[in-house]
């Protein structure tokens, strides 16, 4: 495995290890964060703080720290990134994705035990789902949100780090995605992010667990952030 590949891979588990620790956090029963009753904003900002920590950490062993494969696919169409080099990368983030929620999975493991599926325990943990189920509105959403994230951070890049871009800004991008559009689709604005997750509570003997994965969902969260990192790259690419 090369070192870029590795870096994906490696950053994208990070982002999700801390990212659904997030959600675990908030819905289980029994944690603390549930017993305070944990809102929006610790979702903003821990989602946030995940994806600069996986940044930092794809940058560390030498990837460029997409960790997303619609930026991946977006740098290739827009003839930024090598086509050559776009399925290792995807290949790594979904592996990566996939393991950095069984971790989280594992970690909050008797909390799962104590969380009943009728009271929290489902795939909504670990991956979107629409505040109001239409369709149509929803991709637009996913679209629009992905578009502003990647339109932003590529218009301030930072030669210092591999790739050219500035993890500390992740954060704050994500906080203000979040903020703006988030509360309608949860904003996957990263296949990685939400597709892997799904398959793996979908796939692994969760305690407890809700059987209704939201599997006629999952491709809007697939879709809108290719579609919306595309025409954000693609723009850019003009100036």
């Not at 301030?156 to 991008?173: E, K, T, V, W």
């Not at 992010?193 to 796939?203: E, S």
Request: aromatic share 16%.
């Amino acid at each position: 495995m090369s070192q870029p590949v590795l870096g994906e891979f490696l950053g994208t588990m990070v982002l999700t290890l801390f990212g659904c620790g997030v959600g675990c956090s908030i819905n289980l029963k029994k944690t603390l964060a549930n017993a305070v009753g944990a809102n929006w904003v610790l979702v903003a900002f821990g989602w946030g703080i995940a994806v600069m920590l996986g940044v930092y950490t794809a940058g560390y062993v030498g990837a460029p720290g997409h960790l997303n494969p619609a930026l991946t696919v977006a740098f290739a169409i827009a003839g930024s990134f090598p086509w050559s080099d776009t399925l290792p990368f995807i290949g790594a983030q979904m592996i990566g994705g996939f393991l950095g929620a069984l971790i989280a999975a594992i970690h909050f493991w008797p909390h799962f035990q104590a969380t009943p599926a009728e009271e929290g325990n489902n795939v909504g943990i670990f991956a979107t789902a629409p505040a109001i189920d239409s369709p149509l509105f929803n991709l637009i959403s996913e679209i629009i949100a992905t578009f502003a994230f990647v339109f932003t951070f590529l218009l301030f890049p930072s030669a210092d780090f591999p790739g050219g871009f500035q993890p500390f800004l992740f954060l704050f991008l994500l906080v203000g995605i979040s903020f703006s559009f988030g509360s309608t689709t949860g904003y996957a604005i990263n296949p990685a992010r939400d597709l892997a997750p799904r398959l793996m509570y979908t796939l692994l003997p969760i305690p407890n667990k809700n059987t209704a994965y939201n599997w006629k969902y999952a491709w809007v969260p697939l879709i809108g952030p290719l579609v919306g990192a595309t025409i954000a790259a693609l723009l850019v690419a003009q100036f």
